[in-house]
């Protein structure tokens, strides 16, 4: 008795999971409607941007790639998603994002700002004193980012945080 009733549980709680994880956006499509039908009343909600295409891994969000809806009045997006256009300008997919869909906010990624194996210039500063040494990234990294990078000249592995204007800061170990 215990096996079908654990095999249908196993299935209910598959079946919740795999609907969680593509949660489509309850929306009506405003690009047809004028201001003042949406004033009266006729799609009011909040206005949130999805996918109107397939975006791939590694490919960047732009703004042709979604389209903006209006959620059905009373709904709300989901935590945890993407629907501004702050959030998604200039980002880049983790992974497959799929048209009518929220965008998980752990689906997408600062674009990097140093390639892997890009030779870039390392700083260290301390008070009047700034040493420079050229090296080699060991990883990817956007602003902000502590990667890992060789110093060409002696080999040695060190940590830098990746700077705006895509050089590395080292600090003092």
Avoid at 74 to 84: C, E, N, S, V
Avoid at 126 to 150: E, H, M, N, W
Wanted: include cysteine.
């Amino acid at each position: 008795m215990a096996g079908p009733i654990s095999f249908a549980l196993r299935r209910a709680v598959l079946a919740t999971a795999l609907v969680a994880a593509g949660t489509p956006a309850i929306a009506q499509d405003t690009t047809g409607q004028s201001a003042n039908q949406i004033a009266a009343g006729q799609a009011i909600g909040e206005a949130v941007l999805i996918p109107n295409r397939v975006i791939y891994p590694g490919e960047t969000i732009e703004s042709a790639s979604l389209k903006q809806v209006t959620l059905i009045p009373g709904k709300h997006k989901p935590d945890g998603m993407a629907t501004r256009s702050e959030e998604l300008q200039g980002k880049v997919a983790k992974r497959t994002l799929l048209p009518g869909r929220y965008i998980p906010v752990t689906a997408i990624r600062d674009a990097w700002l140093v390639e892997q194996g890009a030779s870039v210039q390392v700083y260290f500063t301390a008070g009047a004193l700034t040493i420079s040494a050229a090296c080699v990234t060991l990883q990817p990294g956007a602003a902000g980012d502590q990667i890992k990078i060789r110093n060409i000249d002696s080999g040695k592995i060190i940590s830098g945080t990746v700077m705006a204007d895509g050089t590395i800061k080292v600090g003092a170990s």
